[in-house]
């Protein structure tokens, strides 16, 4: 039985451990602007995978991952020693896709918006297929009802003749 209680606060500790580390103790010069967004731990509480975004180009990127792969011992060891558990987790770094993602909404919305933008043109100028308000008031029913009958002959009211 696993405690998530648990896993979750180790997940959250090993988050700031690593992105403290790699603020103060790496000096990695391939190691470009990296951000630590997310940290997941296995339910043994022996794996843990830490996502990390880096603020750059390919190139950029690239360098930012040998840059962690190399510094892997010395982030484990550290994570080790702050944390107090019996067993380190092992440490694997995963590029966060979620930039990508965001990249990806943002351009569906810039295409949704330019499709929406054409309908607008298109509407601007064009009239209602029937009566603009298609639709029977209270009022009108009773109106039109008495239109179509005609002028009333039997008494009960005003005629004409």
């Known amino acids: 039985m696993t405690d998530t209680a648990r896993a979750r606060k180790l997940a959250d500790r090993i988050r700031v451990v690593v992105a403290e ?89 810039a295409k949704a918006k330019a499709a929406d933008e054409q309908v607008r043109e298109a509407s601007s100028g064009a009239a209602y297929a029937g009566e603009a308000d298609p639709y029977r008031k209270p009022g009108e029913e009773e109106a039109e009802d008495d239109a179509a009958q005609g002028p009333r002959t039997d008494g009960k009211g005003s005629s004409d003749v």
Request: aromatic share 6%; no cysteine; proline share 4%.
């Open 21 to 109: 580390t790699l603020q103060r103790r790496i000096k990695d010069p391939r190691l470009g602007y990296v951000t630590i967004t997310d940290t997941r731990i296995t339910g043994d509480l022996r794996e843990a995978t830490v996502f990390y975004t880096v603020f750059g180009d390919d190139e950029e990127r690239a360098a930012s991952a040998a840059a962690l792969e190399s510094a892997k011992g010395v982030l484990r060891s550290e994570v080790g020693r702050q944390t107090g558990v019996r067993f380190t987790p092992t440490l694997t770094f995963v590029p966060d896709a979620l930039p990508d993602n965001a990249r990806t909404i943002d351009d569906l919305l």
